[in-house]
């Protein structure tokens, strides 16, 4: 049995827009804008309810949007609204259908109404704990990739001010024996004029042995001779 109602949802990072269609009416409602906070959950339920008091009657859609939105989505679907999630691409090909070329979360919000109620679209799965647990794993993962990214290029962009040459020699500022080098010894001059020993303790420890005095000399000639500034 079809659903009646069509429920469109604009998640956003802090309120969320959406819209009802009765297909039996051929019935648009007004834009509702959702806060994401405890009162705007009830009153928007509360709104579903004026319409149906049964969530077989509905049919929510949203688009991908990541964590956004999660909390709602997940209460609504513990009540027993059917939820599907839309492409994006295909949303906007059809808000261009319909004349509408411009993107706002309103114009977004009816343009997924109006495409439930035309097409013949099956509720989403709610995800299994286990499949929760590797969605939030992996967004944790891609931001802390994010980060790390952010901060090498600051590293290497200190490092091409302080001593540029050395890029050739220190490739991969993951490694351990490098970040231990460049956290003890922070600047060109501060490298060339260290002592050799010290240096090659450092190098030593942080490469577990791999690296010794023979690598310590090269980087204190490259430092000895560097064109980059002197600051501290």
Not at 73 to 78: I, K, V
Request: charged share 25%; hydrophobic share 35%.
């Amino acid at each position: 049995m079809t659903p009646r109602f069509m429920v469109a949802l604009d998640l956003g990072k802090q309120t969320h827009v959406g819209y009802v269609y009765d297909s039996t009416r051929r019935q648009l409602s007004k834009p509702l804008r959702i806060k994401v906070e405890q009162a705007d959950f009830l009153s928007f339920e509360n709104q579903l309810r004026s319409y149906s008091n049964q969530p077989s009657d509905f049919l929510i859609g949203h688009e991908a949007t990541g964590h956004y939105g999660e909390t709602l989505l997940r209460r609504l679907r513990a009540q027993g609204y059917p939820i599907v999630e839309l492409n994006g691409r295909q949303v906007a090909e059809f808000r261009r259908g319909l004349g509408r070329r411009a993107k706002t979360d309103k114009l977004d919000a009816e343009a997924m109404a109006r495409q439930l109620a035309t097409g013949e679209f099956q509720p989403t799965a709610a995800p299994s704990p286990t499949q929760q647990a590797l969605q939030r794993m992996s967004r944790l993962r891609e931001d802390l990739v994010k980060e790390q990214t952010r901060w090498l290029n600051r590293l290497r962009s200190l490092l091409d001010q302080t001593c540029p040459e050395l890029s050739l020699v220190l490739p991969d500022l993951t490694k351990a024996s490098v970040l231990a080098v460049l956290h003890r010894f922070p600047s060109g001059q501060a490298l060339a004029q260290a002592s050799v020993d010290e240096l090659t303790a450092v190098i030593h420890q942080a490469s577990r042995g791999q690296k010794g005095q023979d690598f310590a000399c090269q980087l204190q000639a490259i430092a000895g001779h560097t064109v980059g500034f002197s600051d501290p």
